[in-house]
Nanobody, 128 residues
């Protein structure tokens, strides 16, 4: 059973940067397709970014493209989200998610329903 643990959230001013981490355990990390989602208060959970098992494919929501970078270190069982030029609209709980299937694919997934396991989330607050 996969377990995910996010860290790195906090309070930052507009224009600032944060780096989120998601540590995974319970299954070989390189067998997991990973993603980041966020949920602002009173809003639905939305897709932020995804990365394929080997890290060669990435995909971003239009709202974060050019500002956020997703990456992974399979040797460290960890995924990252580098967030630059943060805006108040980025304020949310950020959650990492994983998907495991026995057949290898080097694709990314953007729908919540395509992920099996979720972390508890880490709060990101951007002040204006």
């Amino acid at each position: 059973q996969v377990q995910l643990d996010e860290s790195g959230g906090g309070l930052v001013q507009t224009g600032g940067s944060l780096r989120l981490s998601c540590a995974a355990s319970g299954r070989t990390f390189s067998s997991l397709t990973m993603g980041w989602f966020r949920q602002a208060q009173g809003k639905e959970r939305e897709f932020v970014a995804a990365i394929s098992r080997g890290g060669s494919s990435t995909y971003y929501a239009d709202s974060v493209k050019g500002r956020f970078t997703i990456s992974r270190d399979n040797a460290r069982n960890t995924m990252y989200l580098q967030m630059n030029s943060l805006e108040p609209e980025d304020t949310a709980v950020y959650l990492c998610a994983s998907r495991w299937r026995p057949a290898y694919t080097d694709t990314t997934y953007t729908s919540r329903a395509q992920y099996d396991t979720w972390g508890q989330g880490t709060q990101v607050t951007v002040s204006s």
